[in-house]
C-alpha cells in the first residue's frame, strides 16, 4: 500500500500543475499573502482609519470644504474628456495595428508604448516647454488670449498623454489573436464598414475594451506628476483630488487629507471589483463558446444523373 501511495503523489502533483512538494506550495502562497496584506490591504486600511479618526463628521467636513468640491469637480471633468478621447484613439490606434500591415507599424506600436516610459513630470515639463509664456506656441497663445498651461486645458491634455496607451494595450493582443477572418466574411455578405464594426468586431472586444476603459479612468483620476507640473496648484481652480490631498497634508489637515484620499481609494477597490467581473464574464462567454457543439457541414446537392 505504501508503494501505491507513494507512486500516486507524483500523480496528484503533475494534475495539480506542479511537481513540487505541497509545502513549496503553501509557502510561496504565504509569502504572496503577506506581501499583499502588508503592501496593500494594510495601506488602504490606514487610510479609511485616518479618515474616520475624529469622527464620521469630521470626514464629511472634509469633503464639504469649497476647495475639495472644486478638486472633485476638476477631476471628473478632465477623466470625462480624456476617457472618451482615448478610446476613440485606442480603438482606432488597435485596429489599425491588428488588422493592417504596413511600413512603420513597429514605430507606430512603439510610439503608443511612449507614455509608458516616459516619466509623466517630463510630459508634464514637456507642455510647458510647448504652451507655457516662454515656449514655442507662449508669445501666440498670449496674443490670442488663449491659455493652456495654469488651466483646465494643460491639465487635460497631460492627463491624455499619460493615459492614451491603456486602452489600446488592452485591445492589440486581443485583436491579433482574433484575427481578421470574421470580418473579412462580413464583407463578404455585403456588410459595410460601420456595420462590421458594430456588429461583429465591437462584440468580440467589449470585455478588453471595458477593462481598458476601467484602467484608463482610474489612471486619469489619480494622476498626479504630470497634472502637478501643468496645474500650478492655483487653489479652487487647478488642483485635481491628488494635488488636493498634497496640499492639506502639507498643511497638517491629516483628517481632511485622508478624507479625499479615501476617494481614490474607494476608486481603487470600484476599479478592481468591475475588472473582477468583467473577466469572471468574459471567461463564462469564453467557456460557453467551447461549450457549443461544432456546426454540421451543409450537405452538397446531389447532381443530376447521379446516384
Known sequence: MSGISSSRSPVRRAKAGTTEAPWVRWTLIGIALAFLLLFLVLPLAAVFTEALRKG?????????????????????????????????????????????????KAFLTTLVDLPFSVSPVVA?????????????????????????????????????????????????????AQGSDEEQAAI?????????????????????????????????MGEFGAVSVVSGHIRGQTNTIPLHVEILYNEYQSVAAFAAASLLALLALVTLLVKSVAEWRAERELAATADLPPERPTPLPTPAGIR
Open 56 to 104: 464620521f463628521g469630521a470626514y464629511l467636513d472634509g469633503l464639504r470644504e469649497p476647495d475639495a468640491w472644486s478638486a472633485i469637480k476638476l477631476t471628473l471633468i478632465t477623466a470625462l474628456i480624456a476617457v472618451p478621447l482615448n478610446l476613440v484613439f485606442g480603438v482606432a490606434a488597435a485596429w489599425c495595428i491588428a488588422k493592417y500591415e504596413f511600413k512603420g
Open 188 to 220: 463578404v455578405l455585403g456588410a459595410t464598414g460601420w456595420q462590421t464594426f458594430y456588429k461583429v468586431t465591437l462584440p468580440n472586444i467589449k470585455w478588453g475594451l471595458l477593462y481598458g476603459v476601467i484602467l484608463c479612468n482610474a489612471r486619469a
Open 124 to 176: 508634464g515639463l514637456t507642455y510647458v516647454l510647448m504652451f507655457g509664456s516662454h515656449g514655442w506656441l507662449g508669445p501666440w497663445l498670449q496674443a490670442h488670449d488663449i491659455k493652456i498651461i495654469f488651466a483646465v486645458p494643460g491639465i487635460v491634455l497631460a492627463t491624455i498623454f499619460v493615459t492614451f496607451p491603456f486602452i489600446a494595450r488592452e485591445l492589440i493582443p486581443l485583436m491579433q
